[in-house]
């Protein structure tokens, strides 16, 4: 479709009048006085304004795309952090609620491995089970899954299948 440059109003870099000059050189900056010698030879009434070398042409373009990805990183970063540090409290507080029972336990001839890998497979289970339900309620937002994901789950590995199964 064509519009006239007057009636353009799309605005963005290039859809304006623009020259683009291939340089052999290293540095392209320095063929601006030159082309704007030229250019007003041969046109005199002709303003140029506005010489830029392409590669700031294209970070101007991306710069508010590029600062929008880095700010939705930190804030996802953020929220990993807050995560990992809300499933630290919840294990170390169910490991304090339980000391007393470790304290029998290695009194009765547990090593510390053995308390330990109680401590992580408790911890292990609850992540399991909030990861689970997590994706569980997600794959029944899915009508498509529906039918398949919210039958009775006879067994953990059936389910993560069915899960995974769900979510790809």
Known sequence: ?????????????LASMNLFVRSAGDDPGLLASSVRKKIQS?????????????????????AQ?????????????LALLLCGLGIYGVVSYVTLLRTR??????ALGA???DVLQKVLQQGGRSSLLGWHSVSGFRCSRH??????CLRPLPSIRRSSRRLRSCLD
Not at 49 to 61: G, N
Not at 101 to 106: D, K, L, V, W, Y
């Open 1 to 13: 479709m064509y519009v006239p440059y007057l009636q353009d109003e799309t605005h963005h870099v």
């Open 42 to 62: 041969m046109y005199p009434n002709q303003p140029v304004e506005r010489i830029m070398v392409m590669h700031d042409v294209v970070s101007r373009t991306l």
């Open 65 to 77: 795309r590029s600062y929008s990805v880095g700010l939705m990183t930190a804030f996802a970063s």
């Open 101 to 106: 029972e470790f304290g029998i336990r290695m």
């Open 111 to 113: 090593t510390r491995r």
């Open 143 to 148: 009508a498509h899954c529906r039918s398949s």
